[in-house]
């Protein structure tokens, strides 16, 4: 197999219109790490898998690679037979360069992801009503607990400035402030657009914050984690500002799908793949008041056939 081209390399719209991606889906994705100023390459590099004497006779191109993350993204969206070869594949590569970062997207995280910035067919989900309670108030309010007590430590004889990310974040950070009410804090909050769309596809900060961070400390409280995407470049906006130092809080963690590195330093509860609303998280706004974390129901569309 020859070495595929280097085709396009991200940020920011194609200017001459002329993306030629292998597949839709790669094209979809492309466009998603465009709306979050993630910078991709597209198969920047081919991994030579095997040799016949010196010739090489496989290689492996993942679809994209996050010089930010330093990480590299197969994409899976097509058939069964295809994803084995590519588990193999995967599998043969990692234990040939295993300092090089490769992640597998399988289609139904892919979908999801879609789905969730408003491109793929999640986003026709029809949802149900609130499922089942994850975590009672009782079991919140003690890991609440938990978190203040190691910020206080952490920070003891020091004022922080705490930065609730909008809106997620101010209920969680309500309770922690109060359970951390020994230690002199600020409290801020910061706003940012994600669902913007059409031409405008970046995260963009709406509500900055006010008080003067440079030289200080900073924790910033975001109500859940999920791919990252937007936390990431929250943290980068706030460094900007030359703060002593920036310290990631966030209640709930949706580790499994994450898809850019935030050091998450105080993390409450890590949550499986599903969409959860209560203490403080919404769904279309609502259920936002709800003291305990419950999961929604969802019912997934058919999956949309794959050429
Ligand atoms: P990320 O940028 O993908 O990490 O997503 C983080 C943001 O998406 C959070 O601030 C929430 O507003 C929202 N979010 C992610 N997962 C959920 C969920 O399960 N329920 C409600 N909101 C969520
Ligand atoms: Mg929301």
């Known amino acids: 197999m020859a070495p595929k081209p280097r085709r396009k390399s991200g940020q920011g719209p194609d200017e001459t219109g002329d993306v030629s991606f292998m597949h839709p889906s790669e094209q979809e994705f492309a466009k998603m790490l465009d709306y979050y100023k993630v910078p991709y390459l597209y198969e920047p590099r081919s991994f030579p898998l095997r040799w016949e004497g010196n010739r090489v006779v496989e290689m492996f191109s993942p679809d994209f690679y996050l010089p930010e993350q330093d990480q590299y993204f197969e994409l899976t969206t097509m058939k069964q037979s295809l994803v084995t070869q590519k588990n193999r594949k995967l599998r043969q590569a990692k234990e040939l360069y295993p300092d090089v970062n490769i992640q597998l997207l399988y289609r139904r995280d892919y979908v999801r992801l879609l789905g969730k910035y408003g491109y793929g067919p999640l986003s026709d989900a029809e949802v149900k009503g609130l499922d089942r309670v994850l975590f009672t108030e009782e079991q919140i309010q003690a890991r609440v607990g938990e978190l203040a007590r190691r910020i206080k430590q952490d920070y ?5 400035i705490f930065v609730g990310v909008l809106r997620g974040a101010f209920v969680f950070m309500a309770d922690l402030i109060r359970k951390a009410s020994d230690l002199s804090i600020e409290t801020d909050f910061i706003s940012v657009s994600r669902y913007g769309g059409g031409q405008d596809r970046h995260v963009e900060v709406m509500r900055d914050i006010d008080v003067d961070v440079a030289g200080r400390h900073v924790i910033l409280v975001e109500g859940i984690v999920d791919t990252g ?4 470049p929250i943290m980068q906006h706030v460094l900007a500002k030359r703060p002593a130092s920036v310290e990631m809080c966030a209640m709930f963690d949706k580790r499994a799908r994450r898809v850019v590195d935030v050091p998450l330093r105080y993390a409450g509860f890590e949550i499986p793949d599903e969409f959860v609303v209560g203490y403080g ?7 936002r008041n709800l003291p305990y974390l419950s999961s929604m129901q969802v019912v997934e569309p058919k999956p949309v056939p794959q050429r």
């Not at 995407?229 to 990431?232: Q, Y």
């Open 156 to 160: 003891a004889g020091q004022s922080p």
């Open 229 to 232: 995407m937007s936390l990431r």
């Open 281 to 287: 998280l919404d769904y279309d706004e609502r259920y």
